[in-house]
């Protein structure tokens, strides 16, 4: 079985990324051959900085490793290493709806909430599907908000299928039981993210352990007292929800648990585990970042790996389209 996902080297990765991403990605990486791509193409399609752009693909390269992701058993790529990609998303806008494009809550909440929006902005669903179809993948691990984005991408699979013959798997979703949108700890009603939510609710993964747990102390509850899930308790069923998977326990054992105590033990106590939780992981990462020549080694290694992996899909999109072809070179 062929596992995908990608993630952007934009913004600073937080809690809701360790959740919805990079821990699923260490836990995916077990069921089969995995490809975990670094999508530098798709980070600008919002205005970027070029310096940025370089360095934190190299961060984030090192925190996939940092979290669990093994370059030698999986490949783990950068997206612009293997231009396969760049060629997939034009062959492949041939049969993406351009209405179906408009609807991408996505870019209506990106494109809201700027001046300037690309064209870039628009298609880069279709740059997602071309990454994930290139692989022939089984399952893709995303986290909740990126939902639209995979059934777009099966609706694309379908239609290159039907029109030009099987040439895709159609792939599908994997999300986390729990912790599919981490929710941010000052304004619970929007998901945590260093792009659109608050700082003081936003945990880092490279925050220190006391800013770690000053967040958690003072995160917004909600009225009444009670430590259970529910619809009218955002806060507590996200803090709820964290506290779950940093201890590996259901958010409904935690609920028993806490039966009886106050939302301040809560809080402290989803703290240390989350400190308890990234500790490790930020120790990993300083190491690893630290030495570029390795990273740098790594990366040529997955990218020689991802391009043997796509080449052969790439050759039949061409080849069913009609494209006249060259032969081997
Ligand atoms: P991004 O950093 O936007 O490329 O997202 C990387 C991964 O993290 C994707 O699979 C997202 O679905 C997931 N993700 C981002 N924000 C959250 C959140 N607040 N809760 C859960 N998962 C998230
Ligand atoms: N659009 C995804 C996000 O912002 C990142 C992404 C790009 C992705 N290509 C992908 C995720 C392919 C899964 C599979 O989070």
């Not at 009886?260 to 120790?283: C, H, I, N, Q, T």
């Amino acid at each position: 079985m062929r596992i995908f996902s990608g993630i952007q080297p934009t913004g600073d990765k937080h809690l809701g990324n360790f959740i919805g991403g990079f821990r699923q990605y260490a836990q995916t990486q077990e069921l089969g051959e995995g490809y975990f791509c670094i999508v530098d193409l798709h980070s600008i399609t919002v205005e970027h900085d070029p310096r940025d752009l370089h360095d934190r693909t190299l961060d984030l390269f090192a925190m996939l490793i940092a979290t669990g992701l093994d370059p030698e058993r999986s490949t783990v790529f950068a997206q612009s290493h293997v231009t396969a990609h760049a060629e997939a998303c034009w062959l492949l806008s041939a049969v993406t709806s351009y209405g179906q494009l408009g609807r991408m809550t996505q870019f209506k909440d990106k494109a809201d909430r700027r001046e300037f929006v690309s064209a870039g902005l628009f298609t880069y669903p279709v740059l997602m599907a071309g990454d994930i179809l290139l692989y022939q993948t089984h399952r893709v691990p995303i986290g909740e908000d990126q939902r639209q984005h995979l059934e777009l991408a099966r609706d694309i699979a379908e239609r290159f299928n039907a029109r030009f013959g099987k040439t895709f798997v159609v792939p599908e979703g994997i999300y986390p039981d729990v912790g599919a949108r981490i929710m941010d700890l000052q304004e619970p009603m929007r998901k945590m993210s260093t792009t659109g939510g608050t700082e003081q609710g936003t945990v880092k993964l490279l925050d220190e352990p006391d800013t770690i747990r000053r967040k958690f102390r003072s995160a917004v509850t909600d009225s009444g007292r009670e430590i259970r899930r529910g619809d009218d308790k955002p806060g507590v069923s996200n803090l709820i929800d964290i506290l779950a998977v940093a201890t590996g326990r259901t958010p409904g054992e935690i609920e028993v648990a806490y039966d009886g105590s106050g939302y301040g033990d809560l809080k402290r106590d989803v703290g240390d585990a989350v400190v308890a939780l990234l500790e490790p992981v930020r120790g990993r990462y300083l190491e690893l970042r630290a030495d570029e020549p390795e990273l740098l080694r790594l990366l040529a290694l997955g990218a020689d790996k991802a391009r043997a992996a796509s080449t052969p899909t790439l050759e039949a999109m061409y080849e069913r389209m009609g494209f006249v072809r060259l032969g081997q070179p």
